[in-house]
Nanobody
């Protein structure tokens, strides 16, 4: 079964940088998009950035975050710079994929389990 796993979360000081990575695995025919979302305590999950042929960013991260996608490696990364304390959240990877199990095609939207980013002095 196709899966996503995030890595790179941890503790970082305000103004610091962190790079998150997401790897898709399983029987995958193609990946239509890969993106990053985050959910802070007591808040709704929100889009951070997405790569789907082109790249799109939430306004609050433009100029500070960079999303990069490698279709061959089935990975997506999020380089986060100038992090703010209020950006402490669980960051989730999401991908729209066409699976190829049993040589059949099935489109799925898949979420990773998330990785915690804590921005604090």
């Amino acid at each position: 079964q196709v899966q996503l796993v995030e890595s790179g979360g941890g503790l970082v000081q305000p103004g610091g940088s962190l790079r998150l990575s997401c790897l898709a695995s399983g029987s995958i025919f193609s990946i239509n998009f890969m993106g990053w979302y985050r959910q802070a305590p007591g808040k709704q999950r929100e889009l951070v950035a997405v790569s789907s042929g082109t790249t799109n960013y939430a306004d609050f991260v433009k100029g500070r975050f960079t999303i990069s996608r490698d279709n061959a490696k089935k990975t997506v990364t999020l380089q986060m710079n100038s992090l703010k304390a209020e950006e402490t959240a669980v960051y989730y990877c999401k991908a729209g994929m066409v699976s190829s199990e049993r040589n059949t095609h099935k489109y799925l939207d898949i979420w990773g389990p998330g990785t915690l980013v804590t921005v604090s002095s």
